[in-house]
């Protein structure tokens, strides 16, 4: 029987929160780039998480400091120092990159995470998910390799980032079964801010006044990104909605040819089709094996 608390699902409606969602991302991609021209990396992952924070205090201020209440006070803290390294990592990459180069690097995550389940977690990994897992990496080195940027700053950057995002992702597993959305929404918010200020004062430039409402508008997009994916995930099955998301890739392929006059090479393409391909059968076929036999029906 389905639980009353949980919503039904709706793949149509989850898939417009995904689209949204994924365009929303791309907007907030094209900003830390035309940021990053003038200002540091750090400064622009302080405002973006500054501004963010302004956006949900006014919806969690009626509940007080009793929303910081938590068990596993640890597991918060790791999060938000992977959080932090990520997005300082992601932000220089996506400024030193061509756009489909740093976008396409950030959906290594689902390798990234295997690799940690059998790391940490002692999880044995079948040969189909190891294989697809290798075929993934060899992804980057295609997309990488020809290029002369695989031993790069900011292509080593982009992967430690997705890499650091693996390691928010498994924490906040473990944080949904102690902790409630807005306590684990307002420890990353407060926390981020001050984590990433350290760095952002050792580089910092005062901003300019578009400058300024480009920081505005990034932290905007983004929480609102994250808003709009929460949304999808809730009443849209997963299997569906992370295809979707990939839409990040071709919308970052396009905004950096008609924006910053960046085309992609063909082993970028190539890279990153092996990327979403190895991934996107992961995904699926952890889902069939996850999936419940379907019950057997007796004639009547």
Not at 34 to 56: A, D, K
Request: glycine fraction near 8%.
């Amino acid at each position: 029987m389905t639980s009353p608390a949980a919503l039904p699902t709706d793949n149509f409606r989850g898939a417009f929160w995904m689209v949204a969602s994924a365009i929303a991302f791309s907007i907030g991609t094209v900003l830390i780039k035309m940021i990053g021209q003038g200002l540091p990396s750090p400064q622009i992952v302080f405002f973006r998480c500054f501004f963010g924070l302004v956006l949900i205090v006014p919806f969690f201020v009626t509940d007080g400091l009793r929303v910081f209440r938590t068990p596993r006070p640890d597991l918060h803290i790791v999060r938000i120092l992977c959080a932090s390294v990520a997005m300082l990592c992601g932000f220089y990459a996506t400024t030193h990159l061509e756009l489909a180069t740093a976008v396409s690097l950030s959906y290594t995550r689902p390798l990234f995470m295997i690799l940690l389940a059998v790391m940490f977690l002692g999880e044995v990994v079948r040969w189909r998910r190891g294989l697809a897992t290798l075929v993934g990496f060899c992804g980057v080195i295609i997309m990488l390799g020809p290029s002369g940027i695989a031993f790069s700053l900011p292509a080593l950057a982009g992967l430690m980032a997705a890499l650091s995002v693996t390691g928010a992702m498994a924490v906040v597993k473990q944080q949904a079964a102690i902790d409630g959305v807005k306590t684990i929404m307002n420890w990353f918010a407060v926390g981020t801010v001050i984590v990433t200020a350290i760095p952002a004062a050792a580089v910092w430039q005062p901003p300019t006044t578009t400058q300024w409402i480009e920081l505005a508008a990034l932290g905007l997009v983004s929480t609102a990104g994250q808003y709009l994916m929460f949304r999808a995930l809730a009443i849209g099955e997963l299997t569906v909605m992370n295809p979707i998301d990939y839409l990040q890739i071709i919308i970052g392929a396009a905004c950096g040819y008609l924006i910053f006059e960046e085309v992609p090479t063909v082993w970028t393409l190539l890279g990153a089709a092996v990327i979403v391909g190895s991934t996107l059968y992961i995904l699926f076929r952890e889902a069939a094996i996850k999936k419940p036999p379907m019950p057997l029906v007796k004639d009547q």
